[in-house]
């Protein structure tokens, strides 16, 4: 997919029912969801560009408005297969990578150990989300 055509896509997207979401359920002004409706913007253009495996959310707020677009389900599956060409899964691994749970075998690990990955993986992760974000933005993600 040509970029100019994915950020077209993007750009286009009728995020409104999310950004009303947020304002009414999490008691978030206006001004601050449009600005993270910006960056969730760039997030869905680094997945389209880099793929779902080389981005994670670069905050709890993108965290966030990614969970409530998801929420809204038909249109979350219609607003990826339209703009992404296919279904992006949230992956609870991604936000609790590293978070402790007890498996049904008993066992006690996360899951990164479940995938391979130890503790240290975890700033890797994130860096390489903010390299390929300071690369296209030419400004970090954290300010």
Known sequence: MVNKDLLNKINTLDLSPIKGYLVKHFNWS???????GAEYRRFLFLIGKYGPDAIVPWNRNVMAFW???ILHTRKYFEDCQNVLGFYLHYDPSVSGLFRKGVLKDGSNVTPAEQMGLSQADAPALLSKTIDLYTKEYNKSPLG
């Open 30 to 36: 206006r001004n601050a969801v449009d600005e993270l």
């Open 67 to 69: 969970k409530v677009h």
